[in-house]
């Protein structure tokens, strides 16, 4: 019987989160705040799968699932999105793509 | 019998539906048709009931017909509920059948005006109202009937609304009676809250049981009810708005003006006789006012030139009367003289209304003269009419209904005699100014030529009127003449017995009718001298033209002409601090604090759209810090 | 203290997929992070294997190794990157712009390293739950979640429809 402590791997997906984060908060590039994007909702999942592994049940990886759905979905539009906004900018700057604003 | 009752107000009213609803598509001649067959079928179920009563009287004198339950609450509820008894018939039978006579001259009068349809449903409407009125059972149908008739009046005024003036007229007579109204709908809470019902007969018998003679609520409750009354029917101080209600077609002045709506106050205060009974106190009001009413209405006819506006300040002046025998507690009298004023005041303004015709509609009586070859028929309706308003002995019916008046002012205690004196002062000042129109209408030479004829439906409502107008007062007659008395015994049930004339003087009984002709006498006399013509004032009505002479005679006149300055006193009274009121509040002040918060609400907008830079990575930033503050409190709190 | 070789695997794995996380969000070239990101979903999906579910840990591999990036990849030649500007160079008070994330991370770290310290006890006990037990939960306990799940995809799949069709009078505006 081996004992694992799930601290350990819950740090791991904070690390992670935290790099995603910093990753969408720092990058301007669109196309890395997606990425970014999918970094945080992989952390988020693993740490799912740190509490499933914890309380031992299969729950965690139900959740697993749903992310990956989620991430799907948000992936899928996110990426429609930028290919639209790259007809009406020339760059990928997100900070540019704030032509909606009136001033 | 008593179960068709309810067609005699439903059928003007579903005829003033129908003409509401489909009247505008309709040809004249059709409107027309189903105004007046609607007055007819009241007409002829009151004549047909009032028949069967005087054949075979109910027990006790009443009908009560319950049509069904209007308000249902615990401990009280209230009945859409008729209650006929004498006084009611008497007032169903006059506004039913003057009303048909109206419609009937109507028809013709109004021929080729716009809205025809219009003024028949509005003319229907107000039946309806006013026979609701008077048969209601309970104060709360009284007061929807109330009500009615004053929406009719504020619409039938109005209704050549393309003047201003007449609008405003409209307003006016609206706004003063519904100032009564307020105090009246108080009057009505306050007795059904300490009697616990709104139904007139239990009321009053329970009024008589629980409250003292002369007590503080009964004289409340009296005194609130009393100013809806004059009110209605434009008593001082609120009789500024009749002349100005003459803005709207004859036929509307001499139904509602003269001969019903009017008379409602009075019909109010008889059908509540045993409460103002308790209170003495009110009942010398009412006396007193009406005396102030008859005196400065009569004077002020005295200098009119618009022959409605004279007919509406003796119409004013009559219901004066039929106050003043009220506050001495003569309530036969007085409804015997509603009866005879409604039936002459209508023939009085039917027939001004037939001079009107002819002559382009010209009311100004210095612009007429020398009609009584031309219009013969109407110079008789009208000398008539006016021998009863003036009261001319014997051949009048007007002579009997206000000796009766003059007769109860004298037995009565207190005041009586002081008041005696004064109705006969009027009584000379009603005969002089009503003769002043007779003989400067009527004779002299022409000034306005006459045009057009009359069709038979002008010439029989001012014929039958006209012979009711001089027989209409032989129902009741002073003993010493035939001893008639079919009018009083009819309403003794209701009313009690009214007093004996054993006491009265003879020269009391001779100076009520000698009076009548020494007014007419002054007014032939001042018309032979050419006064009238002199005084005749600037043309308009009240205001003063300034070109006349400053002699204190003018002064005076100008004076009573505008009524005795009473819209003056009004306009500085009440209607300018409402109007300084409402410039104050036009700007609405209380309004600039809640704009003040919206002013702040935007400056915050704009503080908080600054905020709004459309970068993608402070939105990011700001959301992570959203987000640790809710793991804060949901983790630390 | 001894590791075993689960620790070390974990460690291992878990210390690549950090570092290769990083290189991928500081790469200025978005085929290099690209490849960066599937090193560190392989990482991670080794870790994910190690804690005891093999099916979540091939999920992992497939869809964000496969499916994901492929996706990525596909949209990126879609941009024709070649004639984009992608690198928006420096500007000017880029250590404030740096500092400002890095005081919201590392508050953000500490906040929830003091939410999970000294809760949810300390060791667990290792289990293995195949895909039969995740299946089992997924399908007979969880049936209404999964279609709300289907109908987000049918959602984001009628919304990319949608949005990716270039309408000529619109799109080139």
Same mark, same amino acid.
């Given at each position: 019987?081996?004992?694992?402590? &799930? ?47 914890? &309380? ?48 | ?277 308790? !209170? ?252 009238? !013509? ?97 793991? !804060? ?5 | ?173």
């Amino acid at each position: 019987m081996i004992n694992l402590s &799930w601290q350990a791997p819950a740090s791991l997906a904070i690390i992670l989160f935290a790099l995603g984060l910093i990753g969408l908060i720092t990058r301007r590039n669109l196309i890395f705040v997606i990425l970014s994007i999918e970094v945080m909702l992989n952390a988020v999942a693993l740490l799912f799968i740190v509490a499933g592994m914890r &309380w031992g049940h299969p729950d965690g990886q139900v959740m697993f699932i749903f992310i990956l759905n989620l991430a799907g979905g948000e992936l899928a539009l996110g990426l429609v999105l930028l290919l639209r906004l790259r007809a009406r900018i020339t760059t990928l700057d997100g900070d540019s793509a704030n032509i909606l604003r009136e001033s | 019998m008593g179960n068709i009752i309810w067609i005699i107000p439903a059928a003007p009213l579903i005829g003033s539906i129908l003409l509401g609803l489909f009247g505008a598509r309709w040809s004249n001649r059709w409107s027309g048709f189903i105004g007046t067959l609607s007055i007819v079928i009241s007409a002829l179920l009151s004549v047909a009931i009032a028949v069967h009563w005087f054949q075979d009287p109910p027990v006790d004198e009443h009908m009560r017909i319950m049509l069904w339950r209007w308000i249902s609450l615990p401990e009280y509820s209230s009945y859409i509920e008729f209650y006929l008894d004498p006084v009611s018939l008497i007032m169903m039978l006059v506004i039913s059948v003057i009303g048909l006579l109206i419609h009937i001259f109507s028809t013709e009068y109004m021929a080729g005006e716009a809205g025809y349809s219009r003024f028949f449903a509005y003319l229907n409407l107000f039946v309806a109202s006013m026979l609701l009125l008077v048969l209601a059972n309970d104060l709360l149908v009284l007061f929807v009937g109330w009500e009615g008739v004053g929406v009719c009046s504020y619409l039938l005024v109005g209704f050549w609304f393309h003047k201003a003036a007449n609008g405003y007229a409209a307003r006016k007579s609206f706004v003063v009676t519904r100032i009564a109204d307020v105090a009246m709908l108080v009057g009505i809470l306050l007795l059904s809250n300490a009697l616990g019902t709104v139904s007139i007969q239990p009321m009053l018998a329970k009024a008589a049981l629980l409250w003292p003679h002369g007590g503080i609520m009964a004289a409340a409750g009296a005194a609130l009810l009393l100013i809806g009354g004059l009110g209605k029917s434009a008593q001082f101080p609120f009789q500024t708005w009749l002349p100005d209600a003459m803005a709207g077609p004859t036929p509307v002045s001499a139904l509602i003006h003269a001969a019903t709506m009017v008379t409602a106050g009075m019909y109010l205060v008889i059908r509540l006789y045993p409460l103002f009974a308790l !209170v003495p106190s009110v009942l010398t009001v009412i006396a007193v006012g009406a005396v102030i009413t008859i005196l400065t209405a009569s004077l002020t006819a005295l200098v009119q030139r618009d022959i409605k506006r004279v007919l509406a300040y003796s119409t004013v002046a009559q219901i004066g009367y039929m106050f003043l025998a009220l506050g001495v507690g003569a309530w036969s009298a007085a409804m015997f003289h509603f009866l005879t004023h409604a039936v002459f005041k209508a023939l009085l303004f039917l027939s001004a209304g037939a001079i009107a015709m002819r002559l382009h509609h010209e009311q100004d009586i210095f612009r007429m003269g020398g009609l009584r070859q031309k219009l013969s028929v109407v110079f008789w309706a009208f000398l008539i009419g006016s021998a009863s308003l003036a009261a001319l002995p014997v051949v009048s019916a007007g002579a009997f209904s206000k000796e009766m008046i003059l007769a109860s002012l004298w037995e009565s205690p207190g005041l009586g005699k002081w008041l005696w004196l004064a109705a006969l002062f009027g009584a000379v000042l009603t005969a002089t100014y009503i003769f002043r129109v007779v003989f400067l209408v009527f004779f002299g030479e022409v000034k306005t030529e006459p045009t057009g004829h009359y069709g038979v439906r002008i010439v029989v409502p001012l014929v039958l009127l006209a012979i009711a107008a001089s027989t209409i007062g032989w129902l009741e007659m002073p003993k010493f003449m035939a001893s008639s008395s079919v009018f009083s015994s009819f309403l003794e049930p209701v009313l009690g017995h009214p007093a004996t004339e054993s006491t009265l003087p003879h020269w009391v009984t001779a100076a009520g009718y000698i009076a009548p002709l020494l007014g007419v006498v002054i007014g032939f006399g001042l018309y032979r001298s050419g006064y009238w !013509v002199r005084t005749a004032g600037p043309v308009g009505q009240g205001n003063d033209g300034g070109q006349a002479e400053r002699s204190m005679g003018e002064g005076v006149r100008r004076f009573m002409r505008a009524g005795f300055g009473f819209d003056f006193l009004y306009d500085r009274l009440l209607v300018q601090p409402f109007l300084w009121l409402v410039k104050i509040l036009r700007n609405d002040p209380i309004d600039a604090i809640f704009m003040s918060a919206a002013a702040a609400a935007m400056r915050f907008h704009g503080a908080l759209r600054r905020s709004q830079i459309g970068q993608l990575r402070r939105y990011a930033g700001m959301l992570a810090l959203g987000s640790m503050a809710v793991i !804060v409190i949901m983790v630390f709190a | 203290m001894t590791y075993s070789m689960f620790d070390v695997v974990f460690y291992g794995a878990g210390a690549f997929s950090v570092v290769t996380t990083t290189l991928a969000i500081t790469r200025t070239n978005p085929v290099y992070a690209l490849l960066n990101f599937v090193m560190s979903i392989l990482g991670i999906a080794l870790v994910i294997f190690v804690l005891g579910a093999p099916f979540a840990a091939s999920l992992e591999v497939i869809v964000y190794a496969g499916a994901v990036v492929v996706l990525f990849l596909f949209v990126v030649m879609m941009l024709n990157l070649a004639h984009l500007k992608t690198d928006f160079g420096v500007k000017r008070g880029r250590s404030v712009r740096l500092a400002v994330p890095g005081v919201l991370v590392i508050s953000i770290i500490i906040e929830i390293g003091i939410a999970f310290s000294g809760r949810f006890g300390k060791e667990t006990t290792y289990h293995i739950i195949g895909p039969s037990a995740v299946g089992r939960q997924l399908l007979v306990a969880d049936i209404i979640p999964i279609e709300l799940g289907s109908m987000l995809l049918l959602a984001a799949l009628l919304g990319a429809f949608h949005l990716a069709r270039l309408s000529p009078e619109r799109g080139r505006q």
